[in-house]
């Protein structure tokens, strides 16, 4: 079974690219597949729809492709305490909130999402 990596990136546009070489290497090292979706950032779009990651077979970034990945219902989550399904969060449904000063990890269901 395979392994994948979620990233939704965060930033400006160099910051953007700058965390994606990042996760890519990454999943190189720890044999990942990484399902970037910059449809949930500040970005909104499909990647696939405007770039292509020239030799970068570990990288899946057509959401079309993401969300059938993420609808497998064999498909497990770690950490654990993340108990809902993936597709909510490709869907927006789920919103994750990350706080760097306190290194915690707070989900917050859609009616709670600004």
């Known amino acids: 079974m395979s392994k994948y990596v979620y990233f939704i990136p965060r930033g400006g546009i160099n910051d953007t690219f700058t965390q994606i070489r ?3 290497n990454y999943c190189k090292k720890v044999n990942r597949i990484l399902l970037l979706d910059m449809n949930y950032g500040i970005y909104k779009i499909n990647v696939y729809d405007y770039l292509y990651f ?24 770690y950490p654990k ?5 993936l597709l909510d969060i490709v869907n927006k449904k789920t919103k994750f909130i990350f706080t760097y000063k306190n290194i915690n990890l707070r989900i917050l269901p859609k009616q709670h999402v600004n």
């Open 81 to 85: 305490q993340i108990d809902f399904s």
């Open 54 to 77: 020239k030799n970068c077979d570990n990288v899946i970034y057509d959401m079309n492709k993401i969300k059938e990945i993420v609808s497998n219902k064999k498909v497990s989550v």
């Open 22 to 24: 990042r996760k890519i």
